[in-house]
């Protein structure tokens, strides 16, 4: 059984920084690619940012230039680098891994954290 836990979520600031982490556990075979999405009240999941295995990024345009995302394949992890955040960064983050377990190759997702951007 596969699990992700995500910590660093919390209460910050206008222009402050908060760093997100996501730890895949279990028996895990290979690791592809990990991304993190956010979620808005009454909204559709969104991306906000990916890496591949070779560790190519791709971030949404809202967040490019604040957000860094990194991925270390050998400890099952991928963190989120928040930087000058915004009120309007305020949501629930999802962390997703694309991996190979027991079971085959599938999506698992995080529990999601809550950011909140006071101003």
């Known amino acids: 059984q596969v699990q992700l836990a995500e910590s660093g979520g919390g209460l910050v600031q206008a222009g402050g920084s908060v760093r997100l982490s996501c730890i895949a556990s279990?028996?895990?075979?290979?690791?592809?690619?990990m991304a993190w999405y956010r979620q808005f009240p009454g909204k559709e999941r969104e991306l906000v940012a990916t890496?591949?295995?070779?560790?190519?990024?791709n971030y949404a345009a809202s967040v490019k230039g604040r957000f860094t995302i990194s991925g270390d394949n050998a400890k099952n992890t991928v963190n989120l680098q928040m930087n000058s955040l915004k009120p309007e960064d305020t949501a629930v983050y999802y962390c997703?891994?694309?991996?190979?377990?027991?079971?085959?190759?599938?999506?698992?997702w995080g529990q999601g954290t809550q950011v909140t951007v006071s101003s």
């Open positions: 997703k891994q694309d991996l190979r377990a027991r079971w085959g190759r599938r999506n698992y």
């Open positions: 890496i591949t295995g070779d560790g190519d990024t």
């Open positions: 279990g028996t895990i075979y290979s690791i592809y690619n």
